[in-house]
């Protein structure tokens, strides 16, 4: 299996920080990386897909990105309801794994 | 928009069968790959497996010993059958679709339901 490893697995930040999350695989994954927000007792959301691609509806100041070995998820400018729980997903190769998650809480 | 229920037991005995049915309202499953995903405090997000809405099937190899999904196109819904469950099966257990184009991802997501395995 792709093992998703992603840092850190907590982060503290105030309302207007800029974030960013980083998920390395163990092998190589094309594009084939997805973000998801989970709220606590929610189901998790889709808010990127295929490594960049904003899904409709998710505000501008989520992005990805990838460079080398590494994705990494911005928020620019963070707002109080973006607080919560961030996973990677790779859908490279079956069975698709996820990343352990990330907690942003606030400082 | 699509929506995605999960609905069934939340409380099944060691040794016996899940069973769990995911009913989709707002668009038809025609066309579509639609998976099981669980979510566990000690394991975290798991992929289960998914079928296509001809039958088509894939599993993880973890699970595929003891997972069968089945689609009802129908009753436009799609099941998931797993047997000899242990306390390590307890979980939240969430219906997705999968977005297929080369590139993969789920959405939408059901709400998730817990699954307690107990005597």
């Known amino acids: 299996d792709i093992q998703m490893t992603q840092s850190p697995a907590s982060l503290s930040a105030s309302v207007g920080d800029r974030v960013t999350i980083t998920c390395r695989p163990s092998?190589?994954?094309?594009?084939?990386l997805n973000w998801y927000q989970q709220k606590p007792g929610k189901a998790p959301k889709l808010l990127i897909y295929?490594?960049?691609k904003l899904q409709n509806g998710v505000p501008s100041r989520f992005s990805g990105s990838a460079s080398g070995a590494a994705f990494t998820l911005t928020i620019s400018s963070l707002q109080p309801e973006d607080f919560a729980t961030f996973y990677c997903?790779?859908?490279?190769?079956?069975?698709?794994?996820f990343g352990q998650g990330t907690k942003l809480e606030l400082k | 928009q699509v929506q995605l229920q999960e609905s069934g037991p939340g409380l099944v005995r060691p040794s016996e069968t899940l069973s769990l049915t995911c009913s989709v309202s707002?668009?038809?499953?025609?066309?579509?790959?639609w998976s099981w995903i669980r979510q566990s405090p000690g394991k975290g997000l798991e992929w289960i497996g998914y079928?296509?809405?001809?039958?088509?099937?894939e599993y993880n190899p973890s699970l595929k010993s003891r997972v069968t999904i089945s689609v009802d196109m129908s009753k436009n819904l799609f099941s998931l059958n797993l047997t000899s469950v242990t306390a390590a099966d307890t979980a939240v257990y969430y219906c997705?679709?999968?977005?297929?184009?080369?590139?993969?991802?789920?959405?939408?997501w059901g709400q998730g339901t817990l699954v307690i395995v107990s005597s």
């Open positions: 997705a679709r999968e977005r297929n184009f080369g590139e993969t991802w789920f959405d939408p």
């Open positions: 707002g668009g038809s499953i025609h066309g579509y790959y």
């Open positions: 079928i296509y809405y001809s039958g088509g099937t």
């Open positions: 092998q190589t994954i094309s594009t084939y």
């Open positions: 295929a490594t960049s």
């Open positions: 997903q790779q859908t490279y190769r079956s069975p698709y794994t």
